[in-house]
């Protein structure tokens, strides 16, 4: 089975513009998360989401948006980039959201560059 | 809130030498504990987990087992190998329990960088 998939790999923005990125979860997982790696750090919650709603939302401004779609794949959005946006963006998938022994499972990853 | 802290590296070992990375976490209620590893270039891989105070979680020649006495997930491995060289994440599932749906989402340590010389 395909693991979770996140595109593009790599991705060049200049401040001011705004981003997609697009993640496909495991097969069976209705759960998706995402999470911003800023080099050098552990990751930061963003979203996520179950069954096509917002199920939680990190300290992250309003730029950052997501949506969930009926296969369960995911965008997350990010407008009016800034320099600091700059990191990897990893999204992860699992069966459900509140199981104790739930486990995310990671894709590779979109690392982002801000100019 | 809850919070994860990992023992500072970069950790140079030899090749067959023990391995102990320290993680101590502060929560409320009873998180799930986890290892991810981070080869470099790559995703995050789950390397381990435990569910409940005394589990032990373990693979690949990895362990840590969940001590609630002392708040603590404890990564060892007897003998590390070269291909074992990456950065280990420490982490926790934060259950909100006032938000629909209880969602858990992960809190991360500041993870530890493992170089392994041959």
């Known amino acids: 089975d395909a693991g979770v998939t996140q595109s593009p790999t790599h991705l060049i923005k200049t401040r001011g513009q705004h981003v997609t990125l697009r993640c496909s979860p495991i097969s069976g997982h209705k759960s998706v998360s995402w999470y911003q790696q800023v080099l050098g750090q552990g990751p930061q919650f963003i979203f996520q989401y179950y069954e096509k709603e917002e199920r939680g939302r990190g300290n992250f401004p309003d730029r950052f948006s997501a949506r969930q779609f009926p296969n369960y794949s995911s965008e997350l959005n990010v407008n009016a980039l800034l320099l600091g946006d700059s990191a990897l963006y990893l999204c992860?998938?699992?069966?459900?959201?509140?199981?104790?022994?739930?486990?995310?499972?990671f894709g590779p990853g979109t690392r982002l560059t801000v100019l | 809130g809850n919070s994860v802290t990992q023992m500072e590296g970069p950790v140079t070992l030899s090749e067959e030498a023990f391995l102990t990375i320290n993680c101590t976490y502060t929560?409320?209620?009873?998180?799930?504990l986890f290892w991810y590893v981070q080869y470099p270039g790559e995703g995050l891989q789950l390397l381990l987990k435990?569910?409940?105070a005394d589990d032990k979680g373990s693979n690949k020649g990895f362990e840590a087992t969940y001590r609630k006495e002392t708040t603590s997930f404890h990564l060892e491995k007897g003998s590390v190998q070269v291909s074992d060289s990456a950065v280990y994440f420490c982490?926790?599932?934060?259950?909100?329990?006032?938000?629909?749906?209880?969602?858990?989402?992960?809190?991360w340590g500041l993870g530890t960088s493992l170089a392994v010389n041959p």
């Open positions: 982490a926790l599932s934060d259950q909100d329990g006032n938000k629909p749906g209880n969602n858990r989402k992960l809190i």
């Open positions: 992860a998938s699992s069966l459900r959201t509140s199981g104790r022994s739930d486990t995310q499972y």
């Open positions: 435990a569910t409940k």
């Open positions: 929560a409320t209620g009873y998180p799930s």
